[in-house]
């Protein structure tokens, strides 16, 4: 029997149906890497390679690093993810929806402490809890797979806009993809650092975690149906 021909690429249209998603974890990634830059010690609670220099800078005696604030957000950013690459087996979008839902608890419960609490304590709980969510976001970004989205750092974004030769007239094109990622994180950044200056780090807090609560909601609609194969 003739087999009937196939449908088109499916993962392809199921990428495509998670990158909004993914733009919104990429806006937040932002938002709070500014927040922990601007009020919680000159730390990075989403971008770990910037810790990493801050742990190597630090011997040289840098009066603005708190070795103890990276460390914690290092181990708590771990422990995210692996709680991240843990979650148990589940659609593509299922399990972003989980994962924003738990970031938006945490990201919430952040707001509460930045509120409540003052001083070393508060700030490093708050650090933990954010550092906890951007573990857990980036391995479920690093284990849904789809390309040019890492949602907490843009290195290899940006060297694939400047390295390939421009796509603009391809089906889910990589460079429009690259710049959107790129625009999702400096409108984090941007909107973070706003709302920390003119508000206050409980307010930003809380903005991501509506956010990331939006991105629950919607990861429970269907992605793009899949076309139909006639049966052969």
């Not at 993962?11 to 806006?27: G, H, I, K, M, Q």
């Not at 730390?43 to 770990?48: E, S, T």
Request: proline letters at 6%.
């Amino acid at each position: 029997m003739k087999r009937a021909p196939t449908s088109p690429d499916r993962s392809e249209d199921e990428d495509a149906s998670l990158v909004p998603l993914l733009l919104a974890l990429t806006l937040v990634a932002g938002a709070v890497d500014a927040v922990s830059i601007l009020r919680l010690g000159h730390v990075f609670v989403g971008n770990m390679t910037g810790n990493v220099l801050f742990l190597g800078s630090a011997p040289a005696g840098s009066p603005e690093l708190s070795v103890p604030a990276v460390l914690v957000a290092l181990g708590a950013f771990l422990v995210g993810a692996a709680m991240g690459g843990r979650l148990p087996a589940s659609t593509r979008r299922r399990r972003l929806g989980q994962v924003a839902a738990a970031e938006a608890t945490l990201c919430a419960a952040a707001a509460v402490v930045a509120v409540v609490a003052s001083g070393t304590t508060g700030t490093y709980t708050v650090t933990g809890l954010l550092a906890v969510a951007m573990g857990c976001q980036n391995a479920t970004a690093r284990a849904l797979a789809v390309p040019d989205f890492t949602t907490t750092v843009l290195t290899s974004t940006l060297s694939g806009l400047a390295a390939d030769r421009p796509d603009l007239s391809a089906p889910n094109s990589h460079l429009v993809r690259r710049v959107a990622a790129v625009a999702a994180m400096l409108a984090g950044a941007l909107a973070g650092t706003l709302l920390v200056v003119h508000a206050s780090t409980g307010w930003a807090l809380a903005t991501v975690s509506a956010i990331l609560a939006a991105v629950a909601v919607s990861s429970r609609s269907r992605g793009r149906p899949s076309c139909p194969c006639p049966r052969g």
